[in-house]
């Protein structure tokens, strides 16, 4: 069993930034597919970011050049870097995790991912 836990979140304005991060339970990282997932209200949960198996990134078109994700794996942390954000950013924020092998084009799928934290809630104000 992986536990996720996110932090990080927060409200500010068009054109800020913030960071979020995520700790595992275990050591997880390493063997594991890992990504930040959002959900705005009324909307379906979508990927965002996320690093494969092989450490590979890969971001929704929507957030490219704009948000990095990172891992920490001392730390057994997950970074979401999100810069310039956009009122069409806010959503509640997820990481997940799973230890199976994912097809690249399935990377941003939430239905791949087995473990999930519980969320941090990210507003962004015009």
């Known amino acids: 069993q992986v536990t996720l836990v996110e932090s990080g979140g927060g409200s500010v304005q068009t054109g800020g930034s913030l960071r979020l991060s995520c700790v595992a339970s275990?050591?997880?990282?390493?063997?594991?597919?890992v990504a930040w997932f959002r959900q705005a209200p009324g909307k379906e949960r979508e990927g965002v970011a996320v690093?494969?198996?092989?450490?590979?990134?890969a971001y929704a078109d929507s957030v490219k050049g704009r948000f990095a994700i990172s891992q920490d794996r001392a730390k057994k942390t997950l970074y979401l870097q999100m810069n310039t954000l956009k009122p069409e950013d806010t959503a509640m924020y997820y990481c997940?995790?799973?230890?199976?092998?994912?097809?690249?084009?399935?990377?941003?799928?939430?239905?791949?991912?087995?473990?999930w934290g519980q969320g941090t809630q990210v507003t962004v104000s015009s």
């Open positions: 997940a995790a799973d230890p199976a092998p994912i097809e690249w084009r399935f990377l941003l799928r939430k239905d791949e991912y087995k473990y």
């Open positions: 275990t050591y997880t990282y390493r063997y594991y597919n």
């Open positions: 690093i494969d198996l092989d450490g590979v990134p």
